[in-house]
């Protein structure tokens, strides 16, 4: 390997390191003192998540149970410590010892935490009213934390959360526009909301950290040290590696993989880019394309459930869904996005006229080359498909099936397939500059480590067949994976009959450098979700998303789309200097509620988890958007491109990623939500099809390179099999509006479980002088009385006629649609009335669209088909 060359990726490794892990590197006695604090950290967690604390209660008598407000302040308390130890303070501070002032940082930082668990009682007896010395430890807890995002997260975040900060101090104050105002906030109550209760820096994003992402970092790290990352890569060569721009096929294959257990577009980068980068390059791949191709796929590594970037957890958390639900959710946008990746290398390789890379001499018809090409990114699909279904059948019939049988099975599928694995070499790190003769064959490399899927199932089954929470899912994969870690090397020494003793040696270190890895990977996540606690915290106390809201509304002139294209600018640009975890906390917290509610005004009903999955998508399409895309400079560090051009480039392969977010919140079947089995297998293929039309317009070429009227037409085509309803919809009504006192008959008349749309229009309770409208759905429930007046008393509407309209009473609290409706003044001088409701009319089916679209596309085939110089594949 060059000079040069091994320069530009120990920078690369070197931006992992300030970005993701920690950028100084000690020895010695404080080296290990750090590893044993990061151990620490992860045997923490694996701690709490296990009934290990309840065992030493009933065994033992020793109670050493934490409760989860505990388990937060020790796990902030963690990551302000290692912050502190891991990441210089300044660009000139040391990167080999500790400084005496980070000394003194950590142990602040710590006492700060730990302050909260052992004063707990104290804390709890005098509510609301903090002593001097708890606006002391909370001062000091708030400064350590915002050093420790400074030095890890960068000074983008700290400038927000102290944007939020000065707002709750002086958000009364005549220099700031009145329609922002608010009351304004004491330093102790302030101080008391943020630090001593679990409303800011220990709030919800604290907790599902401590509770949920810990553990799925872990396990990737831990999958990562065991050697997955490298079998990736090599399952990923030895299938796509032969075809046309075979090396990026091959990258966007390993970083889909990579996806499902890691969380950082960045590692992604630097881990499967340093091998595929130079391999593009010698195949023909410019080095900026060959940057922004593993650009593009290691970002949309975050898309994969179920980890997505540690986002899934806080998604479930916000939005109320069920986690497996949210996996659920995220699966087809995420994988019709690296389909369509691989279409985009695919078009580039033909522009370019480029070749595979040689493949082993084998005889294979030409549907089992189309089987190869297609198992890279469908042999996902079929493991969550065969979990779901295969294992979920094998639950169905033996419904006395104990989890410790399912495990024991497991460890019999485990020495099996290691077995198989001890006949073949293990894998080595190949250096990506050395001549390749012949690429391996798929099935020997895939015998080497298919023993790697079983944690992943085994995480699968916990969340889809047993529905365990998703921090039992992870403990008992984690648990798994160290099982595996530990037993691997030795197992299959056993079998191929050598020194078994050293391999245990090497098990136990590989355990042992997981459990820091993962430690040192979660820092940045445990600052970053502890400082968009501040964020959120803030939101709570001021009620700063509603005036935040009814600015951007303003802006946006009461348009939807016109909002979701603010929100999305607004994603893309703090997304540049915060990462996606705090990206999407800060945005989804002020901006979510605010497009359900205009979507409600406006007669559109857009479902909460889409406009989280909306405000996710565009964080992450920050880390590639120039100027500042760290993601990219990892690659233009790799490929010695220039990382603006990667930038640009990447974030042009990632546009139909940028699309999606929009499609999905007009066509909610692109989410699975209340989709079936055969219409989301229909969903997926029409959705596939049509993004990869659009890549192909967005490329310039099909069969040959289009002209404008072909990708005109290619856009309309795509835009059609994506949302047929948008053409149906200018042809029929899609509702039935029935309107006045008649409305009570229509609603009387609607069969069980007919969703009716309620039109309402009252005075604002914020501003009682002008008349907003709200569309609230109604679904006929079961047992329902014929009657509509009492079928909407029952859900705690109660209506009555006057003069001609219908008014409506303020419902109850707790009631179905008590909080929907405070938006409303029900005490003004303007009466809440009923306006109208609607039901969904009969009309032909949506699809019949795809006929004139498919008939475009074969018009644009014939045009292109005359033009075409090289095979299509």
């Not at 080095?287 to 986002?311: R, T």
């Not at 220039?642 to 990623?657: A, E, K, L």
Request: neutral net charge; hydrophobic residues 55%.
């Amino acid at each position: 390997m060059s000079i040069e060359r091994h320069k530009a990726q120990v920078d690369a490794q070197e931006l992992v390191a300030q970005t993701d892990t920690g950028a100084r590197m000690l020895t010695g006695n404080v080296g290990k003192f750090v590893a044993i604090v990061a151990f620490t950290w992860s045997a923490f967690q694996l701690y709490v998540a296990s009934s290990l604390p309840f065992w030493l209660v009933d065994v033992a008598g020793i109670n050493l149970i934490f409760n989860n407000s505990e388990v937060r302040f020790i796990h902030v308390a963690f990551g302000l410590a290692l912050a502190a130890f891991a990441y210089p303070l300044f660009s000139r501070s040391p990167r080999t010892r500790i400084p005496w002032y980070d000394w003194l940082l950590a142990a602040l930082g710590v006492f700060a935490c730990l302050y909260l668990v052992v004063m707990k009682d104290g804390i709890a007896m005098r509510a609301g009213q903090p002593t001097t010395m708890d606006l002391i430890v909370s001062t000091i807890g708030m400064v350590v934390t915002g050093i420790a995002v400074y030095r890890s997260l960068g000074l983008a975040l700290v400038i927000v959360a102290s944007v939020f900060l000065f707002y709750v101090f002086f958000g009364n104050q005549p220099f700031i526009p009145e329609a922002i105002q608010w009351r304004g906030a004491s330093y102790g109550k302030a101080m008391w909301h943020y630090w001593m209760q679990l409303e800011g820096v220990f709030g919800v994003a604290a907790g599902v950290s401590a509770s949920m992402i810990f553990l799925f970092v872990l396990f990737g790290s831990l999958l990562e040290k065991a050697g997955a990352g490298n079998y990736f890569i090599k399952v990923a060569f030895a299938l796509l590696g032969h075809l046309r721009g075979g090396p990026a096929k091959a990258a966007v294959v390993a970083s889909a993989m990579s996806g499902l257990y890691s969380g950082s577009s960045i590692a992604n980068v630097v881990t499967t880019g340093t091998f595929t980068i130079p391999l593009m390059k010698r195949t023909g791949f410019p080095a900026e394309k060959a940057g922004a191709v593993e650009v593009a796929s290691s970002v949309n590594g975050q898309l994969m459930p179920p980890v997505m970037g540690a986002a899934a957890f806080l998604i479930a958390e916000f939005t109320g869904v069920g986690y497996h639900e949210v996996v659920k959710h995220a699966f087809v946008p995420a994988v019709i996005s690296y389909i369509a990746l691989i279409y985009i290398v695919h078009l580039e390789a033909l522009k370019m006229n480029l070749r595979g890379l040689p493949k082993p001499p084998m005889h294979l018809t030409a549907m089992r080359r189309l089987i190869g090409v297609l198992t890279g990114f469908i042999g996902i699909s079929v493991l969550g498909m065969a979990v779901y279904y295969g294992l979920g059948l094998v639950k169905q019939l033996f419904p006395e099936l104990t989890f410790s049988t399912v495990l024991l099975i497991f460890l019999v599928a485990y020495l099996f397939l290691i077995r198989v694995a001890a006949k073949l070499p293990d894998l080595e790190v190949d250096d990506p500059n050395a001549p390749i003769k012949e690429l391996p064959r798929a099935g020997d490399v895939g015998r080497t480590g298919y023993y790697f899927i079983l944690p992943i199932v085994i995480l699968i089954w916990c969340i889809l067949i047993e529905r365990f929470s998703p921090s039992l899912s992870a403990f008992y994969a984690t648990v798994a994976m160290i099982f595996i870690v530990l037993t691997h090397r030795p197992l299959k020494a056993l079998f191929r009959n050598t020194n078994w003793r050293s391999e245990v040696k090497q098990g136990i270190g590989d355990f042992v450098d997981g459990m820091i890895g993962g430690a040192r990977n979660m820092i940045g996540i445990a600052v970053a979700t502890a400082a968009a606690g501040v964020i959120v915290g803030t939101v709570s106390l001021t009620g700063a998303h509603q005036m935040i809201g009814e600015l951007v509304e303003f802006l946006s002139g009461g348009n939807l789309l016109a909002m979701l294209l603010l929100v999305a600018v607004m994603s893309l640009i703090l997304g540049m200097g915060l990462p996606t975890t705090a990206n999407y906390l800060v945005v989804s917290s002020l901006m979510a509620p605010v497009i359900v509610e205009l979507g409600a005004q406006t007669g559109f009903l857009v479902p909460l988890i889409a406009v989280h999955f909306f405000v996710f998508y565009f964080g992450i399409l920050a880390d590639v958007t120039p100027p500042v895309g760290l993601a990219a400079f990892a690659a233009g560090a790799i490929s010695q491109g220039d990382p603006i051009r990667t930038g640009v480039q990447g974030f042009f392969y990632s546009i139909r990623t940028a699309l999606l977010p929009f499609l999905f919140i007009f066509n909610t079947d692109l989410l699975l939500i209340d989709v079936g089995p055969l219409q989301a297998i229909f969903v997926f293929i029409t959705a596939t099809i049509a993004m990869m039309l659009f890549a192909a317009a967005m490329q310039g070429y099909l069969l040959a390179r289009s002209r404008i009227w072909e990708t005109v037409v290619l856009i309309v085509v795509a835009f059609t099999l994506f949302r047929p309803g948008f053409w149906l919809d200018q042809v029929q009504d899609r509702y039935i509006t029935t309107a006045g006192p008649p409305v009570i008959e229509k609603i009387g008349r609607a069969a069980i479980g007919t969703e009716v749309r309620l039109n309402l229009a009252g005075p604002d309770f914020d501003n009682p002088d002008d008349i907003i409208t709200l569309t609230v759905p109604f679904t006929v429930p079961e047992d329902s009385p014929v009657d509509g007046l009492a079928r909407l008393d029952d859900e705690g509407l109660t209506i009555f006629e006057e003069d001609g309209k219908l008014l409506m009473d303020e419902p109850f609290p707790g009631t179905p649609f008590a909080q929907q409706l405070q938006k409303f003044d029900f005490y003004g001088d303007d009466p809440v009335t009923l306006v109208s409701a609607q039901v969904e009319a009969e009309r032909m089916p949506k699809e019949v669209f795809y006929i004139p679209g498919l008939l475009l596309l074969g018009l644009v085939l014939v045009s292109q088909r005359r033009r075409q110089t090289q095979p299509a594949f």
